[in-house]
């Protein structure tokens, strides 16, 4: 495994990051890609400036990656909404209701509160569930990803062969490979210093 620190000069004008092309997990040649998108931190005329990455996968690896996100992402989303609406609608109605009518609202966003903390809650453990089960068709690949929850707190993007994440403060890109090969590649190809 091998990390990559990418310097961004201007995080308004992201870099054009450059991928050989193979797969970057396990190194065929290039059948498709994957687009993930770094947030920079900064806006531009009232959108936020992303740095998108294109990453070269084989369809075996993307396919791998889409039945990842079926036993991590898709459990929480689908579990942590149930949930979410289950607990919004007792907690609507226990809420003490407003007198005034600045906090009428009150119970809804009491509910909408606790629904969010009950999906949340709720869609972790059911993604944990699923995950155990799905470890022993899938294996390391899915025991390694971490839980969605912990995603939406960091601004980490995991893919299949690695992850990219982008650090405002330091403004600086950061690359992981599982694979040393692809990249010493993409060092070479993006003029880094070699690792
Ligand atoms: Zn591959």
Do not use: H, W
């Not at 009150?106 to 969010?116: K, N, T």
């Not at 893919?159 to 990219?164: C, E, F, Q």
């Amino acid at each position: 495994m091998k990390t990559i620190e990418f310097p961004v000069k201007d995080p308004k004008k992201p870099p054009k990051i450059e991928f050989a092309n193979r797969c970057v997990n396990c190194g065929k040649p290039k059948e498709t890609t994957l687009g993930l998108s770094l947030d920079m931190g900064v806006q531009k005329r009232d959108t936020p400036v992303m740095m998108t990455l294109t990453v070269p996968m084989c369809n075996r690896c993307d396919e791998k990656e889409r039945r990842v996100a079926m036993v991590t992402l898709v459990p929480f989303l689908i579990a942590g909404l149930i949930i979410g609406i289950i607990a919004f609608v007792p907690a609507t109605l226990i809420a003490p209701e407003g007198t005034t009518p600045q906090t009428l609202a009150f119970p809804f966003v009491f509910g909408g509160f606790a629904g969010l903390i009950a999906g949340i809650i709720g869609g972790t453990v059911v993604e944990v569930i699923v995950k155990m089960f799905a470890a022993s068709f899938f294996g390391k690949l899915v025991i390694q990803r971490p839980l969605t929850v912990l995603g939406l707190f960091s601004s980490t993007d995991e893919l299949i062969g690695g992850s990219a994440k982008y650090m405002k403060d330091k403004k600086i890109a950061r690359l992981v490979f599982e694979n040393d090969e692809i990249a010493r590649e993409f060092n070479t190809l993006n003029g880094l210093e070699r690792v």
